[in-house]
């Protein structure tokens, strides 16, 4: 499986941003995928997760209320809807497949995208 985001970039603090992960080489529609991050001199932290199905979603506390993720199966594609962007949202964001159906954790990643950076200025 190969993984593609895209859609970081430069924005002012409040503004928004639309991240996508693009699946390729097999469909992930049976594993739960999620979204992490790592800012300049930090290590990588989770950001938001989405279930197999889609319905079932979970957020870090720095992020609740502000990103949405979401999936479409039918593309093989996930999306991370980033609004009210904070300075300290900037990192390189990474999204992942999980081997469960339900539950990211670093050990149960099978396949990382390459990373998408995303600058947030004051």
């Known amino acids: 499986v190969q993984l593609q985001a895209s859609g970081g970039g430069l924005v002012q603090a409040g503004g928004s941003l639309r991240l996508s992960c693009a699946a390729s080489?097999?469909?992930?529609?049976?594993?739960?995928m999620g979204w992490f991050r790592q800012a300049p001199g930090k290590e990588r932290e989770f950001v938001a997760r989405?279930?197999?199905?889609?319905?079932?979603?979970y957020y870090a506390d720095s992020v609740k209320g502000r990103f949405t993720i979401s999936r479409d199966n039918a593309k093989n594609t996930m999306y991370l809807q980033m609004n009210s962007l904070r300075p300290e949202d900037t990192a390189v964001y990474y999204c992942?497949?999980?081997?469960?159906?339900?539950?990211?954790?670093?050990?149960?990643?099978?396949?990382w995208g390459q990373g998408t950076l995303v600058t947030v200025s004051s």
């Open positions: 992942a497949v999980s081997r469960h159906s339900m539950v990211v954790v670093d050990s149960y990643i099978n396949y």
């Open positions: 080489g097999r469909t992930v529609s049976n594993n739960a």
């Open positions: 989405v279930g197999w199905r889609g319905s079932s979603t």
